[in-house]
């Protein structure tokens, strides 16, 4: 061996041992030593490192195409640029929401927190009569859906009214307020008693939102619920005090498992009216339309089923009604084409009945402004969740 080959093969030595070196010091540690996986709560949890909070977060990237006049997911309507005149266009809207839930023991029982944030890009109507309609699309900023704690049964922070939460939405489609069933946003202070044998009861007080929903003094409206479930479905009331107008309104609703691939509910809503009439010069009130009885005249129902073709595909459909006459029908068919990513397509019909009752009485015009008895859409939404 010479001096050249001693050296040449020292030098490789050194080098293989810098790399080797190199290498421990710059490899990935063990996934386990940062992460560890909460499934206290079911899926998707992991422990926030230091400490014993579990965390997951979630969401959904949602497209939607609509076409036609029906209520919130109408085709809209707009100007040509060129010549003024109208026409219509599709309804497109964009949303990202994200989600967290948190869950950890403590010596008063479970602490839970969850958050719902949306943010929006499409285009609405901004309708003011058939010959100037306005529609562009524009980003309509954050939308705060939810945001509360609950520690044991005592919930606060922001979240749906306990007047629809309870009861749940009114089926599986799209546009499922056709004829709508009550208002949703409020900050509420709640209480949530389970039994444990299948009743639970809720008492919720509320703040309400918009201009007629929002309480108007330090008195909170109130909402009580009860539910019992069973093997074979559920039946749930709801019954509401409006402070605002001191008006009371109440669902019930029955929900039915038929069979492992068939589920009906049915719903039932009544309310009084009286109050909601007090002031001519609100156009919503003067229509018997407060913050829970947001249907057409003293009752309104819905009604639906779902069906499951198989682990893929199933079937969803919605009748509803008022007694103003007001009628609407939604179905589709959901199709997930791979986990986590589905497609829903979706025909709307709605009847114009009468837009309520009192002295702002607008006849001939629907929820949509368009002037017609008879309106039909359709909706195609692409989603996919995380």
Not at 147 to 156: K, P, S, T
Not at 171 to 199: E, R, T
Not at 281 to 298: C, D, E, I, L, Q
Request: glycine share 14%; proline share 2%.
């Amino acid at each position: 061996m010479n001096v050249r080959s001693l050296f040449l093969g020292s030098a490789a030595a050194l080098i293989s041992v810098s790399v080797a070196c190199a290498a421990d010091e710059v490899s990935a540690p063990d996934p386990t030593e940062y992460v560890k996986i909460c499934d206290v709560y079911g899926s998707g949890y992991f422990y926030i490192p230091g400490t014993e909070t579990c965390l997951r977060i979630g969401g959904y990237i949602r497209y939607d195409i609509g076409l036609g006049d029906v209520r919130s997911y109408d085709g809209a309507r707009t100007s040509d640029l060129r010549t003024g005149e109208a026409q219509g266009t599709w309804r497109k809207n964009a949303r990202f929401t994200f989600k967290t839930w948190t869950d950890q023991e403590t010596e008063l029982g479970a602490l839970k927190t969850y958050t719902e944030t949306g943010i929006n890009f499409g285009n609405r109507n901004a309708y003011s009569g058939p010959e100037s309609p306005q529609n562009h699309a524009f980003n309509s900023g954050l939308t705060l859906a939810s945001a509360w704690m609950q520690l044991g049964g005592l919930r606060i922070g922001k979240d749906g009214s306990a007047f629809d939460t309870f009861t749940g939405y009114a089926g599986n489609v799209l546009d499922n307020i056709l004829v709508p069933y009550g208002d949703f946003d409020a900050n509420v202070a709640q209480y949530y008693f389970d039994a444990g044998n299948g009743f639970s009861a809720v008492v919720s007080l509320e703040q309400g939102s918009g201009v007629v929903g929002t309480i108007d003094s330090h008195v909170p409206h109130v909402v009580v619920g009860v539910k019992q479930t069973q093997g074979w479905g559920a039946i749930t009331g709801v019954i509401a005090r409006d402070s605002n107008y001191e008006a009371l309104a109440g669902k019930v609703r029955v929900d039915v498992q038929v069979t492992d691939d068939l589920s009906l509910f049915g719903m039932f809503g009544y309310g009084s009216i009286g109050n909601l009439n007090d002031d001519p010069t609100n156009a919503v009130a003067a229509h018997g339309r407060g913050f829970y009885k947001t249907w057409g005249g003293n009752w309104a129902f819905w009604a639906g089923a779902t069906y499951e073709f198989d682990e893929k595909t199933s079937f969803n459909l919605q009748v509803s009604g008022d007694q103003l006459r007001n009628a609407g029908v939604a179905a589709n068919i959901a199709y997930m084409v791979v986990p986590g990513f589905t497609v829903t397509a979706e025909v709307d019909y709605y009847h114009y009945g009468n837009f309520g009752l009192g002295t702002a009485d607008r006849s001939g015009v629907n929820w949509t402004g368009a002037g017609k008895k008879n309106s039909l859409a359709g909706i195609l939404r692409f989603q996919s969740s995380f």
